[in-house]
């Protein structure tokens, strides 16, 4: 099968998007798929990890300091595509690349199937500067689809501005994605969440739910012992971690709100921050207030691969967000044996309450008594990293691409059925 991949984001990024983009494509190669991926150009001295990756020319900081934004599509690039002869694509943001691979797909008759990846309804309510982006979604949609003069009408109505900027952000958000979405032959979304959101929003297009798969991150005690004795972790420490974008949607000041109760009672206990954002040094000043400043530590980002110390000296893993699409960093803790405390339980089928760990409601008290139940007690953290272990073995990255690759089968059949119902009798 030859497949398609169309992102806005991918390698060198270490974004969730990324990671599943790059999971999914090894694992599919593996089985001996041709996979071809289309993304931003990162530059000249990157090099690439497969031939099968065509770079478009793009420019950095347009919206985010990390994004490459392709406003230039070589028709050399397009002639490629066309004889590349792909049986299936699949775009995997709403961004320029994505839409061209839509409307590639859509002008040439190819099963389309998209993964909405990213919470836009809440990322825009963080992030009111991307309002202009929204637009140009909004509009550029009756475009990719060539939905008619109806589509076109839905999109004048969306952009009619709101008193809210979040209620005119969130309304363009709505309408335009599922617009696009209604075009496609399957929509896959990576939790229950995000399914439960666009069946609200009456997408019509089938809708399948399929997390990323995960595997283990290897480690050793030597690189484990290494990153106590970098950070100062005495044998005693209780560590509570978190890893991933430190940015206001994950919610990173409720989680330093509650660690500051935890650490009034469990004088050993430390909180240690994993990742980096925008909103950074706004969260290194509510820690500096706290009542344990030199107890919350920011360790920055940190590539995918060192990671597994991180699991490994860690006792519980505290997962405040309530924007995520689904939880990969909550099931390579599980994987490593750690017990989980999470907010949102909509976005992760590997933890289970009162088994692996313990969903939280969203207040610092409740947060923090959860995290001060379990380090008070070992012999539970012990049998729920244990449980962790077994239910997060159900979804590594082998498992999860062998029911995509059936998606991808069903998607092909069910097109070819309905385009061959299309056509004349006589034809």
Not at 45 to 71: H, M, N, Q
Not at 234 to 244: A, N, R
Not at 323 to 350: C, S, Y
Request: aromatic residues 8%.
């Amino acid at each position: 099968m030859r497949i398609g991949f169309f992102s806005d984001r991918y390698l060198p990024l270490t974004d969730g998007i990324t990671f599943s983009i790059e999971g999914f494509r090894l694992e599919l190669e593996k089985l001996g798929h041709e996979v071809y991926v289309f993304a931003p150009g990162p530059g000249l001295r990157y090099k690439e990890p497969s031939k099968r990756i065509v770079r478009f020319p793009a420019v950095k900081g347009l919206f985010f300091d990390d994004y490459l934004t392709s406003l230039f599509f070589p028709p050399q690039v397009i002639k490629r595509i066309e004889k590349l002869d792909l049986d299936i694509i699949h775009y995997h943001t709403p961004g320029q690349i994505g839409l061209l691979g839509a409307y590639f797909a859509l002008r040439h008759n190819i099963p389309l199937v998209t993964t909405y990846h990213t919470d836009l309804y809440e990322y825009v309510r963080h992030y009111p500067s991307v309002l202009p982006g929204v637009i140009a979604l909004s509009m550029l949609t009756p475009v990719i689809t060539g939905g008619g003069m109806s589509e076109y009408r839905d999109s004048l109505s969306s952009i009619k501005p709101e008193r809210s900027i979040d209620k005119w952000n969130q309304k363009i958000v709505e309408r335009g994605v599922t617009m696009i979405h209604n075009h496609c032959d399957l929509v896959i979304t990576p939790s229950h969440k995000m399914e439960q959101q666009l069946r609200s929003w009456h997408t019509q297009s089938r809708i399948a739910t399929l997390p990323t798969g995960v595997d283990k991150i290897t480690t050793t005690e030597r690189e484990i012992t290494n990153i106590r004795r970098q950070y100062g972790f005495g044998p005693d420490d209780q560590i509570v971690l978190f890893v991933g974008r430190i940015g206001t949607e994950k919610n990173i000041g409720l989680l330093i709100r509650a660690f500051d109760l935890v650490a009034q009672q469990h004088p050993k206990a430390k909180l240690l921050l994993v990742g980096t954002g925008e909103d950074i040094d706004d969260f290194r000043e509510q820690a500096a207030a706290t009542s344990c400043p030199d107890r919350i530590i920011f360790a920055g980002q940190m590539p995918h691969e060192q990671l597994g110390a991180f699991y490994g000296l860690a006792d519980i893993f505290a997962f405040p967000s309530l924007a995520d699409t689904q939880g990969m960093v909550i099931n390579e803790a599980a994987q490593a044996g750690v017990p989980v405390v999470m907010v949102d339980r909509d976005i992760t089928e590997v933890v289970k309450d009162r088994q692996n760990g313990f969903f939280a409601r969203g207040t610092a008290k409740d947060l923090g008594a959860k995290i001060s139940q379990l380090l008070d007690k070992p012999a539970l953290r012990q049998r729920m990293g244990a449980q962790g272990r077994e239910l997060a073995a159900d979804f590594t990255a082998s498992k999860q691409t062998l029911k995509l690759l059936r998606l991808y089968e069903e998607t092909i059949e069910h097109h070819h059925e309905a385009v061959a119902q299309t056509q004349p009798a006589n034809q």
